[in-house]
């Protein structure tokens, strides 16, 4: 069984049928709204990262504050985006956008993992740094910049679905 | 009715060279709602974060005039991001989406929203931590909450219903 029909048997499964049917609008609708909740709470622990925003605060206190909603907004894209996938699976395989949305999305858990892997570790030395080092300020740029690539290739994707 | 009085400004911007120009390349649409999408991020999330902490329920570390001021810069970027890219996607199809209900509730929340924005919402959120009653700060960020995120899902309930 190739990737593309395990794609058409997603679709026509009862989940892909009523998200394809009646749930689309919702679904999509809780998928660009659930923005806010994840692009749009790590852009700030970026921002810090980047010594762009919250500069008198720690490091350590905007990542404590923002770690929860953080991982919530997340469940909740990829459980709202795997529900999208069911209904269009195939179209979504053969795009060149959907493809690059999910590698971008890698790229981005690649970049966070090797964030916490490498200079967060020692994240206690520079924690109240208004700008802190290099290494983590190049984490936090990049992560911007896979995470908004990830939203307008997204967009790009939906606009020609 | 307001939306008759505007009716022959609308009809003017549609047939309008520029109007023409925009509403003829899905390319130029598809990448103005990837702007407005990055706009939708920064200011949906900074409302989402602030909001949190003024219904007490997350962000508690810092107090809400701090948290505020910290990030109104990107929010406001997003909200300018957000209505400019919104401008020239209406003027790429204004006499159709004008017509739309959906369009005019969109229209209504924003006003809304906004005057909430910069009255009572910017007067709770930048007061001191002890000035404002802690049940009408809830009230506010609910409010504020409630209204963005209103404007957002009128918005998505454009391109479905």
């Not at chain 1, 692009?39 to 622990?45: C, D, L, R, S, Y």
């Not at chain 1, 894209?77 to 795009?95: C, D, I, N, R, V």
Request: proline share 2%; with cysteine; net charge positive.
């Amino acid at each position: 069984m190739t990737i593309f029909d395990w794609c058409k048997a997603l679709e026509d499964t009862r989940v892909g049928e009523i998200v394809r049917e009646s749930a689309f609008p919702y679904v999509e609708g809780v998928h660009v709204l659930g923005l806010a909740l994840s692009v749009g709470t790590v852009v700030w622990f970026d921002l810090r990262l980047v010594g762009a925003a919250m500069r008198s605060r720690s490091v350590s206190g905007v990542f404590r504050d923002l770690k929860g909603w953080m991982i919530g907004g997340f469940c909740l894209m990829f459980l709202s985006g795997a529900l999208l996938f069911t209904a269009h699976a195939s179209k979504a395989y053969a795009s060149g956008y959907f493809r690059a949305k999910m590698a971008l999305i890698v790229l981005a858990g690649l970049n966070t993992a090797v964030y916490h892997l490498t200079i967060d570790r020692r994240r206690a030395e520079w924690s109240n740094a208004p700008i802190p080092p290099w290494a983590a300020r190049a984490a936090g740029l990049l992560s911007l910049v896979l995470w908004f690539s990830v939203i307008a290739a997204g967009r790009i994707f939906a606009y020609n679905l | 009715m307001v939306w008759e009085t505007l009716q022959p400004f609308v009809n003017r911007l549609g047939s309008s060279e520029f109007g023409q120009w925009i509403g003829q390349s899905t390319d130029r649409i598809a990448w103005l709602f990837v702007v407005h999408l990055v706009g939708l991020t920064l200011l949906l999330g900074g409302t989402f974060v602030i909001a949190i902490r003024l219904l007490n329920i997350g962000m508690r570390s810092q107090s809400v005039a701090n948290l505020a001021r910290d990030i109104a810069p990107w929010r406001m970027a997003g909200l300018l991001l957000s209505l400019m890219s919104g401008a020239l996607i209406f003027t790429g199809g204004a006499v159709s989406y004008f017509e739309g209900g959906w369009f005019r509730w969109k229209m209504i929340l924003l006003t809304v929203a906004l005057i909430f924005n910069f009255t009572a919402f910017r007067i709770v959120a930048y007061a001191d931590e002890d000035r404002f009653n802690p049940w009408l700060r809830r009230v506010v960020g609910g409010l504020t909450l409630l209204l963005w995120f209103g404007v957002g899902a009128a918005g998505r309930a454009i391109a479905f219903f």
